[in-house]
């Protein structure tokens, strides 16, 4: 398959004379295990050795662990006498015997196996291995007497796999000239359309090369677009710490300007504040949007953009923008090249206190909260004494939170509640609970459906040795039938249980109850957020884990069964605090509704007519399919998805569309800004998965589903 290293070996590097070699898509994709990129190369004289330089500019990060393979073009034969002189990122210097003189040969330089399992897709890149005669290797002499083949394009398999523009690598030599010819400067600005996403960190693009660093940006847009647009940032002398963003408006006609790498509205509705830093020598990609006025008159406009990195000088961007006279739908949003969904990700809908059907307003009296068929009653402390499930009681005595010491249990002297929010939609309790030993403060937050979020912390007067601090949630026995999570698998509860925590599960929550009654509990730390496999990113919530020797139990005492979640035993110093964060969701959440018995679902894409027939009345499309190819994002063909919902419409039909938020689609247009924001979105982990992927993304993130259309098409 190819090569040892020769003792002849020079420096291989691209000159000048080899810039413009095409980049193109083949007409039609060759088999995918020989890669998704090829060189095309012409041999005009018959030789038994030609060389062909390759000046490729390849990302991956260690090509000389990739095998090459020569195929003569007409025969569709592989070449099996092949040699690697030299191979490097920028450059590759490859022996072949040709057969067919004159006439083509494909140089093939990422061949890869593949094991297309949907939820665990692999790809394994071939490894040099040598395939040639010994007799021909040793008839090779002079590397730079050998006849020369000419290089005639660089192809990708598909128009989804091609590198270029904005993954072609400058070479090293390139890079130093663009430096030294900005020696002045203390960081470079790359200004850039939107249809040339920044996809590199670690290089430069060709493209920035021959372009240059500029300080102006010109751009085409509608009136009313939410418009987008991304700078590119190149420190050259040191790191930078931070950049601060400025925006002069001068003539530009828009109501909002913002960088989403340096702020935003998190998922909570919460404001984001976030430092941009920049390593010397990488590049680091500044995305922004601003919202035309739709009254706006067509023409031409003017806007200042002020980089100001920390410690560093402020550079100028001039920004113009023309305005045709159209006036564009959804400020863009039908036509996802423009990427003006971005704004999306500031959005607060779904963050307030509307109330959704079949849900009702809270009401309050005294300390007990009513909701949808259930009622929270809160003692002094912030915690439950009382919570029912229509009639059904479900607590055996009120929850607490205890902290015992080698003399017993320590009880609080006195405890006070205020109300310190009340809505139609969430309840808000703050309660301060003190003793000798410590000052704890509760936050009970309940919402509309039943859900009860709990933040708690203690805060000590004193040193002194804690034997445990533990939660008790003590439910009556015949509430507790059922019991699912925390490693338990769903069933009948066990008598006993316990359960520790581990950083490679995310299991930290648990359900115990019945039909008509029951509580769910989850433990966490003082950050809002959503760990779907495992806890490694955001770590075990440090207090309740108290370096292992924390965890939960569940065991009966008499006609009570506990959920009990420890801490362990700790010496706690004067002044320090403890989180103790946890929620609860009170079940049923609504009433059963008597139709659910004649709901029938259709899992697949089928035609209409095929689900009537069936007898069910609600389909569930999923991701693969021609109306919703792509996975969590229905936005690619959404003519033909309105065109079947509307038929099914017609036919007394519901359709439902599979559109989660766990995975993310490499076919999202927005998907290299969201990769920007570095893990607000994306997931860190160790790469793989599809080759797209792993050619593309190359590391920083967590592969997840795959879907193969065929053998040009994988939503990964």
């Not at 509760?442 to 912390?457: A, L, P, T, Y």
């Not at 966490?524 to 020797?549: A, F, Q, V």
């Not at 009433?591 to 069910?616: E, F, M």
């Amino acid at each position: 398959m190819n090569y040892m290293i020769h003792t002849f070996i020079s420096l291989a590097i691209c000159i000048s004379s080899e810039l413009d070699i095409p980049f193109g898509v083949a007409d039609s994709a060759w088999k995918s295990e020989l890669g998704n990129h090829r060189v095309r190369i012409y041999v005009p004289e018959k030789s038994d050795a030609v060389l062909a330089e390759i000046c490729w500019r390849r990302r991956d990060p260690k090509p000389e662990n990739k095998a090459i393979m020569v195929f003569d073009a007409l025969t569709g034969e592989q070449i099996n006498n092949v040699f690697v002189s030299e191979i490097n990122r920028e450059l590759g210097k490859i022996i072949f015997q040709p057969k067919t003189v004159p006439g083509e040969y494909y140089v093939y330089y990422m061949p890869y196996r593949a094991n297309p399992l949907p939820w665990a897709y692999v790809t394994e890149y071939l490894i040099p291995q040598s395939t040639a005669d010994q007799t021909w290797l040793d008839s090779i002499s002079n590397i730079d007497n050998l006849p020369k083949a000419k290089i005639l394009e660089i192809q990708a398999r598909t128009e989804f796999d091609r590198f270029d523009p904005m993954e072609i690598i400058a070479t090293e030599e390139e890079v130093k000239s663009l430096i030294e010819s900005n020696k002045d400067q203390s960081y470079l600005l790359f200004p850039e359309d939107r249809k040339y996403p920044i996809r590199m960190t670690d290089d430069l693009p060709l493209r920035w090369i021959r372009s240059g660093a500029k300080n102006e940006f010109f751009g085409e847009a509608q009136r009313g677009e939410f418009f987008v647009f991304q700078v590119g940032v190149y420190p050259i002398k040191s790191n930078i710490e931070d950049i601060d963003i400025d925006f002069d408006r001068l003539t530009m006609p828009i109501s909002d300007f913002r960088c989403f790498n340096k702020g935003g509205i998190d998922w909570l509705g919460r404001p984001i504040h976030k430092t941009i830093s920049i390593e010397a020598g990488k590049v680091g990609a500044l995305w922004f949007g601003m919202q035309i006025l739709e009254d706006a008159e067509p023409g031409e406009y003017h806007g200042k953009l002020i980089i100001k990195p920390k410690n560093l000088p402020e550079t100028s961007v001039k920004i113009s923008l023309k305005l045709d006279e159209k006036i564009i739908e959804d400020h863009g949003d039908n036509e996802l090249w423009r990427l003006a969904r971005l704004r999306w990700l500031d959005s607060k809908i779904g963050l307030d206190d509307e109330i959704t059907k079949p849900y009702i307003p809270l009401k309050i009296n005294d300390k007990e909260v009513e909701c949808l068929g259930r009622a929270v009653k809160f003692a002094d402390n912030g915690l439950p004494e009382s919570i029912k499930s229509g009639s059904n009681e479900i607590l055996a005595k009120p929850i607490s939170i205890n902290i015992k010491t080698e003399n017993g249990l320590i009880s609080s002297d006195n405890s006070n509640i205020t109300l310190s929010k009340r809505s139609n939609g969430t309840i808000i309790w703050d309660s301060v609970s003190e003793n000798e030993y410590f000052t704890i403060n509760c936050q009970s937050k309940m919402e509309f459906d039943g859900f009860i979020n709990f933040r708690i912390s203690i805060k000590s007067k004193k040193n002194l040795d804690v034997k445990d601090i533990y939660l008790d949630i003590p439910i009556k026995r015949e509430v507790a039938v059922y019991m699912m999570g925390m490693g338990c698998k769903g069933g009948y509860r066990p008598k006993d249980w316990k359960w520790v925590w581990d950083e490679n599960l995310a299991n930290n929550s648990i359900w115990i109850g019945d039909v008509n009654a029951g509580i769910y509990c989850k433990l966490k730390g003082t950050e809002d957020i959503w760990e779907l496999y495992r806890l490694k990113s955001d770590g075990i919530p440090k207090d309740w884990h108290n370096g292992g020797k924390g965890g939960c139990r569940v065991f009966e005492d008499n006609d009570v069964v506990v959920v009990q979640a420890y801490t362990g035993e700790r010496n706690i110093k004067d002044g320090e605090k403890l989180d103790l964060c946890f929620s609860l969701i009170i079940t049923p959440l609504k009433p059963l509704d008597a139709s659910h018995w004649n709901q029938r679902y259709y899992h697949a894409y089928v035609p209409i007519d095929t689900v009537k027939q069936s007898g069910a009345n609600i389909i569930n499309i999923h991701h693969g399919n021609e109306i919703n190819p792509n996975i969590n994002y229905p936005f690619v063909v959404p003519e033909k998805m309105a065109e079947y919902i509307k038929e099914a419409h017609e036919k007394d039909i519901k359709v439902k569309i599979y559109y989660t938020i766990r995975e993310l689609s490499n076919y999202t247009a927005e998907i290299w800004a969201l990769r920007s924001l570095g893990y607000e979105i994306f997931i860190d982990g160790g790469g793989g998965g599809h080759s797209w992927l792993c050619e593309h993304l190359v590391s920083h993130y967590t592969p997840a589903w795959h879907h193969v259309f065929s053998d040009t098409e994988v939503d990964a």
